[in-house]
C-alpha cells in the first residue's frame, strides 16, 4: 500500500539548520511529483516546495526559497527538504504529499495533492 514517512524534524536554534527526509513505498515513484507542506495549530496546510518526478523542476514558496531546498534521489524512492537559516516562522509540523501527476501542480495547494504522510515536528526555539 502507499505509504509516506517524514523524519528528521526536531528542535533547533534560529540560524540552524535541519535535513527532513520523506520515505515513499507502494508506487511508481518517479511517476509523481512531491511536495512540501508545513501547517500550524489553527492555520491552514500551507505548500512549502515541490519537486516533480525525474527531479527536473523544483518550485518554493517565496518565504523559503533562498534557504531551503528539495531533492530526491529515485534509487533510494526519497524526498529531502535540506532547511538551513531556520527562522521561529518555519516552526511547524511539515508533510509530504503526493501530487496527481509528474509535475508539480499549478496551483500549489491541498487538493494538488493526493497522499499524505503522518507529518513531523520542526520547532526553531532558542
Known amino acids: 500500500q502507499l505509504q509516506l514517512v517524514e523524519s528528521g524534524g526536531g528542535l533547533v536554534q534560529p540560524g540552524g539548520s535541519l535535513r527532513l527526509s520523506c520515505a515513499a513505498s507502494?508506487?511508481?515513484?518517479?511517476?509523481?511529483?512531491i511536495g512540501w507542506f508545513r501547517q500550524v495549530p489553527g492555520k491552514d496546510r500551507e505548500g512549502v516546495s515541490c519537486?516533480?518526478?525525474?527531479?527536473?523542476?523544483?518550485n518554493y514558496a517565496d518565504h523559503v526559497k533562498d534557504r531551503f531546498t528539495i531533492s530526491r534521489d529515485n534509487a533510494k524512492n526519497m524526498v529531502y527538504l535540506q532547511m538551513n537559516s531556520l527562522k521561529s516562522e518555519d516552526t511547524a509540523v511539515y508533510y509530504c504529499?503526493?501530487?496527481?501527476?509528474?509535475?508539480?501542480?499549478?496551483?500549489?495547494?491541498?487538493?494538488?495533492?493526493?497522499?499524505w504522510g503522518q507529518g513531523t515536528q520542526v520547532t526553531i526555539s532558542s
Open positions: 507502494g508506487f511508481t515513484f518517479d511517476s509523481y511529483a
Open positions: 519537486i516533480s518526478g525525474r527531479g527536473r523542476n523544483r
Open positions: 504529499a503526493r501530487g496527481r501527476s509528474t509535475d508539480c501542480p499549478w496551483f500549489f495547494r491541498e487538493s494538488s495533492f493526493d497522499s
